[in-house]
C-alpha cells in the first residue's frame, strides 16, 4: 500500500508561517506529481500548489508570493511553506501525490487524510 501522511497543521495568527510536509511511503516506484490542496468550511477542495517531479511548480493565484511549494525526491516528500498567512487559508490541507507502484502499472492519484490549519485574526 502506499500511504500519504500530512504534518505541520496548526493554529497561528494571521501574519504568521507553517511549514506543511507530506511524506509518500509504501510501495512508491516513482511519484511523479505531487500537490497541495485545501477545503474550507462550505466550499469546494481547490489547488494551492503543484510541483511535478522535476520541480515545475504552479501555484493558485490567492497564495502567490506567500507560498512555496518543494519536494524532496530522496525521501518521497513534499512541503508547502506557508508565510504571510491569512484567515482565508483556514482550511483542512490535503496532500497529492500521482504514484506508480510498479513500473508495469499505470500511475494512480492518492491522497493524505488532510492537515489542518486554523489562521486566526
Known amino acids: 500500500q502506499v500511504h500519504v501522511v500530512e504534518s505541520g497543521g496548526g493554529l497561528v495568527q494571521a501574519g504568521g508561517s507553517l511549514r506543511l510536509s507530506c511524506a509518500v511511503s509504501g510501495s512508491a516506484f516513482r511519484t511523479n506529481d505531487m500537490a497541495w490542496y485545501r477545503q474550507a468550511p462550505g466550499k469546494q477542495r481547490e489547488l494551492v500548489a503543484g510541483?511535478?517531479?522535476?520541480?515545475?511548480?504552479n501555484c493558485a493565484d490567492s497564495v502567490k508570493g506567500r507560498f512555496t511549494i518543494s519536494r524532496d525526491n530522496a525521501k518521497n516528500t513534499v512541503y508547502l511553506q506557508m508565510d504571510a498567512l491569512k484567515p482565508e487559508d483556514t482550511a483542512v490541507y490535503y496532500c497529492?501525490?500521482?504514484?506508480?507502484?510498479?513500473?508495469?502499472?499505470?500511475?494512480?492519484?492518492?491522497w493524505g487524510q488532510g492537515t489542518q490549519v486554523t489562521v486566526s485574526s
Open positions: 510541483i511535478n517531479s522535476e520541480g515545475r511548480t
Open positions: 497529492y501525490a500521482r504514484v506508480r507502484t510498479s513500473p508495469l502499472t499505470a500511475s494512480r492519484d492518492y
